[in-house]
């Protein structure tokens, strides 16, 4: 067996994705911070997720950052993700957005509530009109995240996550948008077996300091939803309340009735 290759501190920089731009050679510093605490968790050989440690040692992981006052970039940047992930067919590339963290404390709901905002801003600047068309009810079963055409697993880690430790990777907030298609082996066309899920899940139990979440499972699985894996609650207190996603869009169109 070979040497790992020794770890570039500048080329993770060449996947920074800001916009149409790909590479930034000066980010900001807090972003900086924040990806040395996330990439120091994240290729620990004990983390739970070895697809997520491996696409980061092997340059699969892109990245990109989002302030407040430049969110707007975000839709651009994604869309521009999924143009590079179209590229390179074959790799299991996958989108960290590090969220700058508050200057005051917040609470693991303030937390959701920012992922849901999140994920509704993208939906409503997204032009595509395929992602218009997918299943639009998150109680589908077969329901996902969908952008610029492409279905997205999202995860979303805070560090308001205490006790599911595998869910708090650094400061503020970090949203990993996963395409679909990552999670199916480009060779055979089969989705990642019950076996690798089993070796995740025992993994998860020896990392974290609770149980796995009961609300985990396998897309297209008609018991489980999508929605309800991406922010997960830091008990095991399974989510009983309609999908934010879903709301704000009733509320929208209560609205454009009226």
């Known amino acids: ?23 930034v050679a000066c980010p900001p510093g807090w972003f900086i911070k924040s990806y040395e605490i996330f990439r120091e968790r ?18 699969d992981l892109y990245y990109s950052f989002l302030e407040p006052a430049r969110s707007s970039h975000l839709a651009q940047s994604l869309t521009k993700f999924v143009e590079v992930s179209a590229s390179l067919p074959g790799r299991k590339n996958n ?21 849901w905002d999140i994920l509704q801003d993208l939906h409503e600047r997204d ?9 639009p009810d998150p109680e589908d079963h077969m329901w996902e995240f969908c952008f610029a055409g ?8 805070s560090s308001t996550h205490v006790l599911r430790k595998s869910r708090n990777m650094g ?22 077996g019950q076996a690798a899920r089993n070796i995740i899940r025992d993994r998860l139990r020896h990392w974290d300091d609770i149980d796995v979440h009961p609300d985990l499972g396998e897309f297209s699985d008609p018991r489980k939803n ?33």
């Open 150 to 157: 492409t279905l997205f697993f999202v995860v979303a880690l």
């Open 127 to 135: 032009s595509d009109p395929w992602s218009h068309a997918a299943p």
């Open 42 to 59: 994240l290729i620990d050989p004990k983390y739970p997720c070895y697809f997520g440690s491996n696409a980061e040692k092997s340059s």
């Open 95 to 115: 989108l960290a957005v590090f969220v700058r963290p508050e200057d005051e404390p917040v609470t693991h709901e303030d937390r959701r509530q920012q992922t």
């Open 171 to 192: 400061p503020g907030l970090i949203l990993i948008f996963q395409p679909r298609d990552v999670f199916v082996n480009p060779e055979t066309g089969e989705k990642i």
């Open 226 to 258: 999508e929605w309800k894996q991406y922010y997960l609650s830091d008990d095991m207190t399974q989510e009983k309340r309609q999908c934010p996603f879903r709301a704000r869009l009733k509320q929208r169109a209560a609205s454009n009735d009226a």
């Open 1 to 23: 067996m070979g040497m790992p290759p020794v770890f570039d501190q500048d080329a993770w920089r060449t996947r920074i994705i800001v916009g149409d731009t790909v590479g």
